[in-house]
């Protein structure tokens, strides 16, 4: 499975931005999928995470309410709609295809990877 993710970009704090990570090669229509950030200096994170027929997602507690995960098997893709940027969401997102079904928190039920997109929020 190759995971390509995209729409990052430089925003202001109050804005949006829409991520979107395209599946290749097996498909991920039975896995969870999830969405990870590492912020300049920190650790890699939890930002959200869906379930294989997208009945049900988890959000990290600062994400809450502004962002949103949602998933399209057809087209094997998962978009991250993320609204009211605050500075402190700067980080690298990365999309991962969990190894179960179900919407996993924890970066060990996630067994690949996409490359990572840049999201810059400025004051």
């Known amino acids: 499975v190759q995971l390509q993710a995209f729409g990052g970009g430089l925003v202001q704090a109050g804005g949006y931005l829409r991520l979107s990570c395209a599946a290749s090669?097996?498909?991920?229509?039975?896995?969870?999928m999830g969405w990870f950030r590492r912020a300049p200096g920190k650790g890699r994170e939890f930002v959200a995470s869906?379930?294989?027929?997208?009945?049900?997602?988890d959000y990290a507690d600062s994400v809450k309410g502004r962002f949103t995960i949602s998933r399209d098997n057809a087209k094997n893709t998962v978009t991250l709609q993320m609204n009211s940027l605050k500075p402190e969401d700067t980080a690298v997102y990365y999309c991962?295809?969990?190894?179960?079904?179900?919407?996993?928190?924890?970066?060990?039920?996630?067994?690949?990877w996409g490359q990572g997109t840049l999201v810059t929020v400025s004051s």
């Open positions: 869906i379930s294989w027929r997208g009945g049900r997602a």
């Open positions: 991962a295809r969990a190894i179960g079904s179900r919407a996993y928190v924890s970066s060990a039920q996630y067994n690949y």
């Open positions: 090669g097996r498909t991920f229509s039975n896995n969870g």
